[in-house]
């Protein structure tokens, strides 16, 4: 059973333009995915820790969406910069980055 020491969702979904309950895609959380999987690489984590893309996590107007286990935290994470900040300090060093929780 395999078993990850922080697993991240990363909302990917996309809706047709003008849907007015928008969506994560729209707003670049491609690019974060891709960030996610990218640094975890990098840091050698691959094995340790996991990004997935996820479907609609039904917190559209707050993404892009994502959420970290296994302490359930929710974060909104607007720039790939703030993906790297949130395995710096979450993922690596234990800290939940305050002020990217989703209020
Ligand atoms: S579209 Fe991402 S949370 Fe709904």
Known sequence: MPHY?????????????GNPKGCCAEK??????????????????KGKMR???AGCLDQCAL????VVYPEQIWYTVPTPEDA???IE????GGVPVERLRMK
């Not at 690019?31 to 984590?45: D, H, N, Y």
């Not at 300090?89 to 690596?92: D, E, G, N």
Request: with cysteine; hydrophobic share 40%.
């Open 5 to 17: 020491e922080r697993h991240v969702f990363i909302c990917t979904n996309r809706r047709d333009p």
């Open 28 to 45: 670049g959380a491609e690019a974060i995915r891709e960030t996610f999987k990218k640094e975890l690489a990098a840091r050698g984590l």
């Open 51 to 53: 990004a997935n893309a």
């Open 63 to 66: 993404g892009p969406t994502v």
């Open 84 to 86: 790297v900040e949130i």
């Open 89 to 92: 300090s979450h993922l690596v």
